[in-house]
C-alpha cells in the first residue's frame, strides 16, 4: 500500500505532495491541532468515564486472595468452569464449522437462494430476548412446543430438556448456534465472495472443483479470515449472559451457569459483588491472551473482505 | 419399430449420450440435495419463531394444552398488550417509550462520537491517533458483560440509578469503537485532496467536517446506525441491572420479569416479544444491503 502511493506520488506536483506529506506527518498548524483535539475529547472522554474506570474498580474489588480461595472451594464454581469450556469449545466451533459450510451453500445463484438467505438471516434481526424465552417455553418438558410436535408426529415422549444439566447446557449451545450461524455465514459469504473470480475459474479449469477446489484453493484464502472470526466469536461467546440466562436460567439447581451469569448470581443474587468480579476475573488467564493475539491480528490483518 | 430407430441413434451417439445422462443425474442428484438441504434450513430457522407466533394466537387456557397449531386464532393477547389490559402491561408504552428513546440516543451519540474520532484520526491525522485506536480496539475486544458488576457501583455511586442515561453511557462506550472502525475504513475511499481544497477554500476543520466529511460518510453512517440500534434492542443485562422501576425499565426487562415465574403469562408475553421485535426485523430488511455492506467493512461484531 505504502509502496503503491509513493509509486503514484511521483507524477503528481510537488506542491501537492508537500501538502500531503504534512498530513502524513501529522504536522497540523496550531489553529487547527486544537479542533483535531477537540475532536477527539468526547470518544476520550467517554473511554476513561466507561471502559477504564470500571476495569480500574473491577481488579481494585477483585484483588483479594481469600475470595479467590472461597470461589475455588464453591462446587457451583467448579461446575461453571466445566459448562463455560464446553459452552466454548462445542458453541464456538460448530457454529463456525457449519457457517463455512452454509457460506458455501448460499453461494448458489437464483431468485430462491436470496429468499432461503432472507429467511435464514431471521434469527439474527430478531432481538435476543424474544428468541431465547420463546426457546425456554418451547423446550418446557410438559407444554412445551417441541414435545407437542415430536409426540404429534412420531409418538415419542419426549424429556425435560431443561431439568438435567447436560440437556440443559445443550440446549443453550444449540440456542447460541441458531441465533448466531446466520450472522457468521454472512460475513463468510462476503469474504467467498472477495476470491476473485479468475482464481476459482483457472483453479476449475485446472480441475480442482467441489471438495478438491475447497481443500486447496478457497480455504486457504478464507484461512485468516476463519480464524479472526473464531477468536473473535470466542471472546463474544465468553462474554455471554443472554443465552445461559434464558434458556436455561442457569438451572437445573445452578448446575447450569457460565462464569457471566455466575458472576451475576453472587453480585446481585447472593450480595456478594466481590466475588462476582472475582468469578469473573478468573477468566483472565484465557481472555488476556486472546485480546493480544485479536489485538495483533485486527491491527496488522484489518478484516479486508 | 420406433424403438429400433431410438437405439440406432443412441448407437451412434452412445458416448455423448451417456455423458449427458450422467450430467442429468448429478444435476438431478444437486436439485435434490438443494431441496432437502433448504427445507432442512427453513424448519430450522423458523421453529422458535412459529413457537412465538403459536403461543401468540391462542387464549390464555390454551397455552398449557399439546396443540401444534392455534386451535382458534386469538388477537386477545396483543389487544391486551397494545391496551395495557393485563396486570402485567401495565407500562408497556411507557417501556416501549423508553426503549426506543435509549435506541435512538445511543444510535446519535454512537454516530456522533464515531465520526468526529475517524475525523480527528483518519482525516486530520493528529499525532499519535494510533494511541486512540489502540484504546478502542482493545474496548472493542473485551465482553462487556465483564464490566457490569463495577459499572453498577459507579453509577450508584453517581446517582444515575434507575437512569435510563447510565445504560445509554454504556451502550455508546462499548458500541463506538466498532462504528469507529467502519468509519476509518470507508474514509479510505474518499480522496484526502477533498478534504484539502476545502481548507485552502477556507473552510474550518468544523465546517469540513459538518458540510463535506459527513454527507460522503452517508453509507457508512446508515450501516452503523442500524448496527448501533440493534445493538441497543438486543441488549439485556445493563438493562435489567441498571433500570428497576416499573416506569424507567425497558420492553426486555419488563418482559423477562416474569420468565420464572409458575404463572408467567405466556400468551401475552410472546404478543410482547413480537411486537418488541418488529422493529428491528423492519429496518434491518430496510437497510440490509447497506448493513452487510458495513458489516464486512470495518471487521467484524456481533
Known sequence: MMNGTSVLDLGRPAVRRQVLSRYLRGGLKGGEYTWALAFLVPYVAVFLTFVVYPIVYGVWMGSEGKLYRELFADPIYQSSVVNTVLYLALGVNVKMFLALLLSGFFMRRGWWMKTLLMIFILPWAVPQISTFISIHWMLNGEWGFLNNLLYKLFHIEGAYYLNDRWSALGAVIVSHIWKWTPFWTLILLAGRMAIPLEISDTAKVDGATGLRGFVHITFPLLANLYLICTLLSTIFLLGDFNTVYFVSGGGPANQGHVLGTLGIRYAFDMGQPRLGVTAVMSALPLVIPLVIVLMRKLRTAEVQL | ?302
Open chain 2, 1 to 302: 419399430m420406433s424403438t429400433i430407430a431410438v437405439e440406432a441413434a443412441a448407437v451412434s451417439a452412445r458416448g455423448t449420450a451417456q455423458a449427458y445422462r450422467a450430467l442429468r443425474v448429478r444435476r438431478y442428484l444437486s436439485l435434490a440435495g438443494t431441496t432437502v438441504l433448504s427445507f432442512a434450513i427453513v424448519v430450522w430457522t423458523l421453529l422458535p419463531i412459529y413457537n412465538m407466533i403459536l403461543v401468540s394466537l391462542e387464549p390464555e387456557g390454551d397455552v398449557f394444552t399439546d396443540h401444534i397449531w392455534p386451535r382458534v386464532a386469538s388477537f386477545e393477547s396483543f389487544r391486551g398488550v397494545l391496551t395495557q389490559g393485563h396486570w402485567y402491561l401495565q407500562h408497556f408504552w411507557q417501556q416501549f417509550a423508553n426503549s426506543i428513546y435509549m435506541g435512538a440516543w445511543v444510535t446519535f451519540l454512537t454516530l456522533a462520537i464515531g465520526t468526529l474520532t475517524a475525523f480527528s484520526i483518519g482525516r486530520m491525522r493528529i499525532r499519535h491517533g494510533w494511541l486512540v485506536s489502540n484504546a478502542a480496539l482493545m474496548t472493542y475486544v473485551i465482553p462487556a458483560s465483564f464490566l457490569a458488576i463495577p459499572f453498577y457501583r459507579i453509577m450508584q455511586n453517581y446517582g444515575l440509578h434507575n437512569n435510563l442515561w447510565s445504560v445509554i453511557a454504556a451502550l455508546v462506550a462499548f458500541a463506538t469503537p466498532y462504528a469507529f472502525f467502519v468509519f476509518q475504513e470507508y474514509g479510505r475511499s474518499i480522496p484526502i485532496e477533498v478534504d484539502e481544497s476545502a481548507r485552502i477554500d477556507g473552510a474550518s476543520p468544523l465546517q469540513v467536517y459538518l458540510r463535506i466529511y459527513l454527507p460522503l460518510m452517508a453509507p457508512a453512517l446508515v450501516a452503523v446506525g442500524t448496527y448501533a440500534m440493534l445493538l441497543a434492542w438486543n441488549e439485556y443485562l445493563y438493562q435489567f441491572l441498571l433500570l428497576s422501576s416499573k416506569s424507567s425499565m425497558t420492553v426486555p426487562v419488563a418482559l423477562a420479569q416474569f420468565l420464572n415465574s409458575d404463572q408467567s403469562p405466556w400468551n401475552y408475553m410472546m404478543a410482547t416479544a413480537i411486537i418488541y421485535a418488529l422493529p428491528p426485523v423492519a429496518i434491518y430488511y430496510a437497510f440490509r444491503r447497506r448493513m452487510t455492506a458495513g458489516l464486512t467493512m470495518g471487521g467484524v461484531k456481533g
